[in-house]
Structures are given as structure tokens and as C-alpha cells.
């Protein structure tokens, strides 16, 4: 049965910069009032706009127990941006770069993930403290298997919670935002153990928000 999306699902992806090409390419649907995002390997994500939480996950009855990126580990080995989140990828992708994001939230970066990456790779997050925190305990994990990675970092006076979906929704263009990331920063572990996050917190200890190895652990919104 092909699943299709409602006028009222495509109106709000539209309005968050996702056009039509896009929605089909990646097979956005409508489900129960919600939106679904297929992940690949039997795996959906569900965004629910105004819900809470917002998104979680709808697994296969059978197969692998390993989370997959988005949009598909394919993309991921050639990929040279990370992102945070679904929507934000596409619309990265959508604008001409290589881009992909986990599926397991902004904390979060998967062994499986890192170890699948061909060459070096850029992290750009959402401009809040989730996004800052989110970027260092990726960067770390991905330097710990040898990818060569860097953060880049908004720009000064940019707003709080903005986003790569913000940036082209706000008139920014393809090579702006490749301007920002070629300023990004190599990864250093030794700064990372006394930098201020750029929201005020001094988190060398990440203990609270672990890195999550493998498969389902601690991810609590799975139906």
C-alpha cells in the first residue's frame, strides 16, 4: 500500500523549506496525524509537530538492532557534513551538500555511525546548548576512531536555537553556509577538557549525557 502525505503534512514541510522534489526522494508520509520519516533497514521516524516528545522511533519486528543514520548508511560513507536532524538534512541535501545526521538525538553519535565515515567530516549543530554539547560528544567520539573532524560554529549575534532549516529559510545560500563551514575548527580533545561551551557551561565531565554505543540503549521512545 503506498503511503501518502496530507495537504496539511506537505503545506508545513514546505514551510520549513523541504520542497516537493524532496518530499518524494525521501518518501515522507503522513501516520496518525504525524509524519514519517523512513530511515532505512525497516526503521521509521515519526515526527509529530507539536508533540512530546516530538519524535521517536517506530522499529522493524526483525533485523538489525543498530539505529541507522539518516538518510542510509550510503550516504553516510560519503558524507562530509554532519547536521542535527532529519529536517535539517534534508534541507542541506536539498541545497547541494553531502550531508547526513544521527537518529538518535543531538547527544548521541553511534560507533556504527563513525566507523562507516570514508573521509574527514564537518559538524554543524543548532545554535543552543543542546547543540553545543551535542557537537563536542560527536567530535569526541568520531576522533576516538580516527576521523578527522572539526566543529564549525555560527556566526557571533546569530540567534539562539537557529539552524542549518533557519539559515535557508532566513535567504541564506549554498555557499554561505560553505563559507561557515570551511571555518570550522579541527577537533582538539585537549581543548575539549576546559572549554566553555558557548552558552555559558563548563562541561569537561560529560558523564550526565553518555555517548550511547550501539543499538537501543537508554532510547526510551521506541514504538
Known amino acids: 500500500m503506498t503511503k501518502i502525505l496530507t495537504k496539511e503534512h506537505r503545506k508545513y514541510l514546505n514551510g520549513r523549506g523541504i520542497n516537493d522534489e524532496s518530499i518524494d526522494r525521501f518518501g515522507l508520509f503522513s501516520e496518525a496525524g504525524s509524519i514519517g520519516i523512513p530511515a532505512g533497514s525497516g526503521y521509521t521516524r ?16 526483525a533485523g538489525s538492532d543498530i539505529l541507522p543514520p539518516f538518510p542510509s548508511w550510503d550516504l553516510l560513507r560519503t558524507a562530509d557534513l554532519i547536521v542535527e536532524g532529519e529536517f535539517d538534512c534534508i534541507v542541506a541535501i536539498q541545497n547541494g551538500l553531502k550531508a547526513v545526521t544521527g537518529t538518535a538525538g543531538a547527544g548521541t553519535f553511534l ?4 566507523d562507516a565515515l570514508a573521509g574527514p567530516v564537518v559538524l554543524l549543530y543548532d545554535n543552543d546548548e543542546a547543540g553545543s554539547r551535542g557537537s563536542r560528544n560527536a567530535a569526541r567520539l568520531l576522533h576516538s576512531r580516527g576521523v578527522n573532524v572539526s566543529i564549525a560554529k555560527w556566526p557571533r549575534g546569530t540567534p539562539r536555537g537557529f539552524d542549518v532549516t533557519d539559515y535557508f529559510n532566513s535567504d541564506g545560500t549554498s555557499d554561505g553556509l560553505r563559507r561557515i563551514i570551511d571555518e570550522a575548527k579541527p577537533y582538539d580533545p585537549y581543548e575539549d577538557e576546559i572549554a566553555p561551551s558557548a ?23 521506541i514504538i
Open 46 to 61: 515519526i515526527y509529530s509537530p507539536g508533540g512530546s516528545p516530538k519524535i521517536k522511533w517506530s522499529a522493524p519486528l
Open 111 to 114: 560507533y556504527e555511525w563513525a
Open 199 to 221: 552558552f555559558g557551561e563548563i562541561y569537561a565531565d560529560l558523564d550526565d549525557d553518555p555517548i550511547i554505543p550501539t543499538g537501543f540503549q537508554n532510547i526510551d521512545n
